[in-house]
């Protein structure tokens, strides 16, 4: 039960709707547990100590079903920070210019070739245009 608490501590008590339903089935079993406790204390019975023995394996089943529930949880809280924290990765590489070379310049600016592209376009636009809209 230790454990459960310091894991709910590390969660911060917030876990999802399903853990929290086992939560409760946990500390209602826990205490129909001391129950039997004091029942086979009052009358040591045979069938006593078999529903103790019955509810004693249950709980610690279903402990063990909520701790590793709960490692999990705290396991992705965990990753989710470190993403978070992680630097975002360089989109490009740098490269290394040497003392000696001049860094390459991008040519910027527009090429022959598309200007003359450009006007053989419209030309041919603008003729077809006159050429339909006379018929």
Same mark, same amino acid.
């Given at each position: 039960?230790?454990?459960?608490?310091?894991?709910? #501590?590390?969660?911060?008590?917030?876990?999802?709707?399903?853990? !929290?339903? #086992? $939560?409760?089935?946990?500390?209602? %079993?826990?205490?129909?547990?001391?129950?039997? @406790?004091?029942? $086979?204390?009052?009358?040591?019975?045979?069938?006593?100590?078999?529903? /103790?023995?019955?509810? +004693? @394996?249950?709980?610690?089943?279903?402990?063990?079903?909520?701790?590793?529930?709960?490692?999990? $949880? &705290?396991?992705?809280?965990?990753?989710?920070? &470190?993403? =978070?924290?992680?630097?975002?990765? =360089?989109?490009?590489? +740098?490269?290394?210019?040497?003392?000696?070379?001049?860094?390459?310049? @991008?040519?910027? !600016?527009?090429?022959? /070739?598309?200007? =003359? %592209? !450009?006007?053989? %376009?419209?030309?041919?636009?603008? !003729?077809?245009?006159?050429? /339909?809209?006379?018929?």
């Amino acid at each position: 039960m230790d454990k459960i608490e310091l894991l709910l #501590k590390e969660l911060g008590n917030k876990v999802p709707k399903s853990v !929290g339903l #086992k $939560l409760d089935e946990y500390y209602d %079993l826990c205490d129909r547990l001391e129950v039997a @406790e004091e029942e $086979l204390k009052e009358n040591p019975t045979e069938e006593n100590q078999s529903k /103790f023995n019955e509810n +004693t @394996e249950y709980v610690n089943s279903l402990n063990l079903k909520i701790v590793e529930s709960l490692t999990n $949880l &705290v396991k992705q809280k965990k990753e989710k920070e &470190v993403e =978070a924290s992680a630097p975002a990765p =360089a989109s490009a590489p +740098t490269s290394e210019v040497k003392p000696d070379e001049k860094p390459k310049e @991008e040519k910027k !600016g527009v090429s022959i /070739f598309g200007i =003359a %592209l !450009g006007v053989v %376009l419209l030309v041919g636009t603008a !003729g077809a245009y006159n050429y /339909f809209s006379k018929k």
